[in-house]
């Protein structure tokens, strides 16, 4: 017997199927109440509104899973890169190693972008932030490529492999050029025989006279951080990526605005605030204690600590937080900053306060650490985010556009305005 639930509305009883999933999470299905019954559901900023069916990710925040397609994390991180867990995003199962081959071939060959993409960057004033430009340069990319940015439904999925590694590949190097001219640095050009990251970091920090050589160990915890943010279900960007396709935008304008929903400080920056807070702290001339004792105290708010959606643990937090402790164990780095992220790190695994209201170091605080130690500069973090998102975005993206009976979205509202008014009279002279 099927389940449903039942409703009472004005006396009369309404009953509403209940949908299963596959990991046996419960949904009341609201799609026929506004038709059946005049009402709607209010649900202030979707924190437990289903708005849609996916196959890409499941999250259990009170135990602290994490998977993609079915795979733990934990099993990805240990056995997989990033390019290995973006095909599985994108595509639905591992690859083979022919297919990963084949991946990365197609990844390489698009990393050059076409010469008359560089006069853009002319237009954007130094102060500009790299978010807004890749946003806009992503959305640039698209006229560039008509056929696969049609706003054809069906002819933009027949282009789907192409576009997909078009994006992964381009948005590495849009970033590096973003962060070269509010600089005033030459371009570096891709380098196809480095990995993913190590190209990456070619782009940015290659001098015309010395070649970048990253250490193994930032290339690896890098390529964590990437992996670990390839997608996490229906957060704020993705569910901007996922409304902007249902209108039928290609997918270089969907992903064009996941990136400006991702730049949102609420969203995206958690990893910059861990930074600005660190900073403030020392330069307060406090080694963190007296930050301790102002947080206990309410008098200073944690950055990079505690998750809305992990209430126990944040399981890519562990995995980022050995990656973030080889990295510095094997570069030998120094920094005041990274002494105050230690005690305060030490104090939310051991003060009885912090584990009472389970303020635990997430992923956003190992990723802050790790991303200053590579050198990349705070207003790049954000970039670095969307960098690893791109699969996430292209998967759900695939999602609404091959689904025929996807509906554009369309949230409704609850009215609170001023109710009708007469329009005064006025005098004509």
């Not at 900073?279 to 004792?293: A, C, P």
């Not at 556009?401 to 004509?428: C, D, M, W």
């Amino acid at each position: 017997m099927e389940e449903s639930a039942k409703l009472t509305l004005s006396g009369k009883e309404y009953e509403l199927p209940v949908i299963t999933g596959t990991e046996n999470e419960k949904a009341v299905d609201v799609r026929a109440l506004r038709k059946d019954t005049g009402y709607i559901t209010f649900d202030d900023g979707y924190g437990n509104t289903g708005a849609c069916e996916s196959e890409v990710t499941f999250i259990n925040g009170e135990e602290g899973i994490l998977r993609y397609r079915g795979y733990a994390i934990e099993e990805l991180a240990a056995k997989s890169t990033f390019l290995e867990v973006a095909y599985l995003v994108i595509y639905g199962m591992l690859p083979t190693p022919a297919q990963l081959d084949t991946f990365r071939m197609k990844i390489r060959d698009n990393l050059a972008i076409h010469t008359d993409m560089e006069a853009h960057y002319v237009g954007f004033p130094a102060s500009s932030h790299p978010m807004a430009v890749i946003s806009a340069m992503l959305n640039s990319l698209g006229c560039y490529y008509p056929d696969m940015a049609s706003n054809d439904r069906e002819q933009d999925l027949e282009h789907f492999d192409d576009a997909a590694a078009v994006l992964m590949a381009k948005i590495t190097t849009l970033a590096a050029m973003s962060f070269r001219a509010k600089r005033g640095l030459p371009y570096n050009f891709p380098n196809p025989n480095l990995r993913y990251v190590e190209n990456f970091l070619h782009l940015m920090f290659s001098k015309p006279y010395a070649e970048f050589v990253a250490d193994e160990s930032v290339v690896k915890a890098l390529d964590l951080f990437m992996m670990l943010h390839a997608d996490h279900e229906q957060n704020c960007s993705t569910s901007t990526v996922r409304m902007v396709a249902s209108g039928g935008a290609n997918m270089f304008a969907s992903a064009s605005a996941g990136v400006s929903a991702l730049w949102g400080p609420l969203h995206g920056g958690a990893n910059m605030a861990v930074i600005d807070m660190l900073t403030e702290i020392h330069n307060s001339g406090d080694d963190g204690s007296r930050f301790i004792e102002d947080a206990k105290n309410g008098r200073a708010r944690l950055m990079g600590f505690g998750h809305r959606v992990y209430k126990n643990f944040d399981p890519r937090a562990k995995i980022l937080g050995e990656a973030c402790e080889n990295m510095l164990s094997s570069l030998g780095v120094s920094d005041p900053l990274l002494d105050i992220a230690n005690r305060l790190k030490e104090a939310a695994l051991h003060d009885e306060y912090f584990i009472k209201r389970r303020l635990y170091p997430n992923v956003d605080f190992y990723s802050g650490i790790i991303l200053k130690t590579a050198g990349i500069p705070v207003d790049m973090f954000t970039v670095m985010f969307a960098i690893g998102r791109m699969p996430g975005w292209i998967a759900h993206w695939k999602e609404i556009a091959a689904n025929p009976k996807g509906r554009i979205h369309r949230p409704r509202q609850v009215y609170t305005g001023a109710t009708l008014q007469s329009f005064p009279s006025i005098e004509v002279r």
